[in-house]
Nanobody, 126 residues
Framework: HVQLVESGGGSVQVGGSLRLSCVAS????????MGWFRQIPDKEREGVAG???????SYADSVKGRFTVSQDSAKDILYLQMHSLKLEDTAMYYC?????????????????????WGQGTQVTVS
């Protein structure tokens, strides 16, 4: 069973930056496919970014060029660096993991591809 704990959320002004972190169980990062998702009330969970064990990444069109996903396998931490934040980036952000590479952008950004989820961290842009 993989445990994921997100942190780094908070309140930021439009145009600002935040870096989210997701601490994972030992030997997860770099071996699992990892994803960042976000959700606002009454909306479906949306894929933001995904990264395979080989470092291949995918991004939602809405965040491409502003967000960067990265991983530190030595520390078992997944990151989401967010720049140029917009009002519409306000959401609860979750990290997720699955014990296989899923191979395509579509699958990396699909919630049903993932098995393990963190509890989320709130990002509010105003």
């Amino acid at each position: 069973h993989v445990q994921l704990v997100e942190s780094g959320g908070g309140s930021v002004q439009v145009g600002g930056s935040l870096r989210l972190s997701c601490v994972a169980s030992v030997d997860t990062i770099g071996r699992y496919c990892m994803g960042w998702f976000r959700q606002i009330p009454d909306k479906e969970r949306e894929g933001v970014a995904g990264i395979e064990s080989d470092g291949s990444t995918s991004y939602a069109d809405s965040v491409k060029g502003r967000f960067t996903v990265s991983q530190d396998s030595a520390k078992d931490i997944l990151y989401l660096q967010m720049h140029s934040l917009k009002l519409e980036d306000t959401a609860m952000y979750y990290c997720a993991a699955v014990e296989k590479d899923v191979g395509t952008k579509l699958l990396r950004l699909r919630p049903s591809s993932y098995t393990f989820w963190g509890q989320g961290t709130q990002v509010t842009v105003s």
